[in-house]
């Protein structure tokens, strides 16, 4: 909301990882031509439901962000808020390049990814991006870092309750220790946290950057 308002979002947006598509359906309200792509038929099925309720136009197609294949020189701008954290590093390198491949020159990308501060104790709920890996890997990729700094995610607190961080014995066979890992870590501060917050929000580390596709 806050990059559009300030006018950041021009041309054709690209929402990577969009999932059930808010950000997507939002940017479509204010005017702007958007294609949601995303890894999960069935989330893409919700979003575009959403999109349809809220009266708005939103192409939702299923892709794989390291390789964004069929959508090369489309895109004015990329919005990324929370994708980029969830792949590995190799992923990561993959992914800024098809990205540099389906943009246009001069074109814009925002990523909002988990960083690994503390914020009032609450910890990123997986392993955390670091910005030396940000600063390395964007260049490599064809992006120019405009900006990156720290800012946090608002998250609903009821999301880190229940059978966060309990996850079924199958489950967590297939989970790999350093995402894993994490999770439990989170969940152990989480129990002695959530009894203090009263609003039922808390905010978690992440970092925005902002980037210009060199030419």
């Known amino acids: 909301m806050e990059l559009e308002a300030l006018g950041a979002i021009k041309g054709h947006v690209l929402d990577v990882g969009c999932g059930l598509g808010d950000n997507a359906i939002y940017l479509a309200s204010r005017g702007h031509s958007v294609t949601g792509l995303d890894s999960s038929p069935t989330g893409l099925e919700q979003a575009r439901a959403r999109a349809a309720d809220a009266g708005v136009q939103v192409r939702f197609d299923v892709a794989d962000a390291t390789e964004l294949a069929g959508y090369d020189g489309q895109f004015d701008t990329v919005v990324d808020s929370a994708l980029y954290h969830c792949l590995d590093p190799e992923g990561r390198k993959a992914y800024a390049a098809a990205l540099y491949r389906v943009t246009k020159p001069g074109a814009r990308l925002f990523i909002y990814c988990f960083s690994g501060d503390s914020i009032n104790g609450v910890t990123a709920p997986m392993d955390a991006v670091q ?3 940000i600063r390395d890997t964007r260049p490599s990729g064809g ?45 152990e501060r989480m129990a002695i946290i959530l009894p203090l917050i009263d609003d039922g929000r808390i905010h978690l580390p992440c970092y925005v950057v902002h980037a210009t596709r060199m030419d």
Do not use: C, Y
């Not at 607190?157 to 297939?174: H, M």
């Not at 989970?175 to 890992?181: K, N």
């Open 131 to 133: 910005a030396s890996e």
């Open 143 to 187: 992006w120019r870092i405009d900006f990156l700094g720290p800012t946090t995610f608002l998250g609903n607190a009821s999301g880190f309750s229940g059978s966060f961080g309990k996850l079924p014995d199958a489950v967590l066979a297939q989970m790999p220790p350093e995402l894993a890992q994490p999770m439990h870590h989170m969940a």
